[in-house]
């Protein structure tokens, strides 16, 4: 089936530093979504990417959907510790439809 | 606006038995999804309701089964509990003419 692979698994960063993150497919996507998951709570839809090529900014997350459809990057600059979470990358072949998710990113801030 | 609401917030089952668990999508939305997220792990996807018929469906056997009613919202059951189904189930919704899906806050089923 398809699948995602994100990485790194987890990322153990001080505050203040830049926080990078992909994910990548063996199949093409037309939809790219990234969500945080805080522990026992659902997914939190941070940015949704529609075009290959797309670059989209949410306050200080800033996502980008590969111009081959195969993979994506979130960045999170100047880290603070609420940014502490589960990142998981996932991705539609139609907009709304099924999603598949990665495995997700552990991020840790160290005040 | 009241977001994706889901019922009960945890639940313990005997395998074997059954279990049933509800979502009340986003205000405006018209389309609910479930997933499963096992610990550690990235939400699965199981199936997707609009009009109140399954419209697609993830690779879960036939245990699996739901139900969306003429207010949107959504059953999912579970018959002949294994101890593998211990998860975290989340519903999503979103507008059938929309491209963003919003997620509950999960019912955490434990199968013993």
New interface residues.
């Given amino acids: ?1 398809q699948q ?1 692979n ?1 990485s790194p698994q987890s990322m153990f960063i001080q505050e203040g530093e830049d926080v990078s993150m992909n994910c990548t497919s063996s199949s093409i996507f037309n ?1 790219w ?1 990234w ?1 945080k998951q805080d522990p ?6 941070l940015i ?1 990417l ?1 075009k290959a090529g797309e670059l989209t900014s949410n306050g200080r997350l800033t996502a980008q959907f590969g111009i081959t459809r195969k993979d994506s990057f979130l960045n999170i600059s100047a880290s603070i510790p609420s940014d502490v979470g589960i990142y ?1 990358c ?1 991705a539609a072949n139609n ?10 990113t552990r991020l840790m801030v160290k005040p | 606006d009241a977001g994706v609401t889901q019922s009960p917030t945890h639940l313990i089952k005997t395998r074997g038995q059954q279990v049933t668990l509800r979502c009340s999508p986003k205000s405006g939305h018209d389309t609910v999804s479930w997933y499963q997220q096992a610990l550690g792990q990235g939400p699965q996807f199981i199936f997707q309701y609009y009009e109140e018929e399954e419209r697609q469906r993830g690779n879960f056997p036939d245990r699996f089964s739901g139900h969306q009613f003429p207010n949107y919202s959504s059953e999912l059951n579970v018959n002949a509990l294994l101890l593998g189904d211990s998860a975290l189930y989340l519903c999503a919704s979103r507008k059938w003419t929309g491209n963003e899906q919003y997620f509950g806050p999960g019912t955490r089923l434990t199968v013993t």
Avoid at chain 1, 40 to 45: D, F, H, S, T, Y
Avoid at chain 1, 95 to 104: D, E, I, V
């Fill in positions: 089936g995602l994100q939809t979504l969500y026992g709570e659902g997914p939190v839809l949704a529609y998981f996932a907009a709304g439809n099924m999603l598949t998710f990665g495995g997700g």
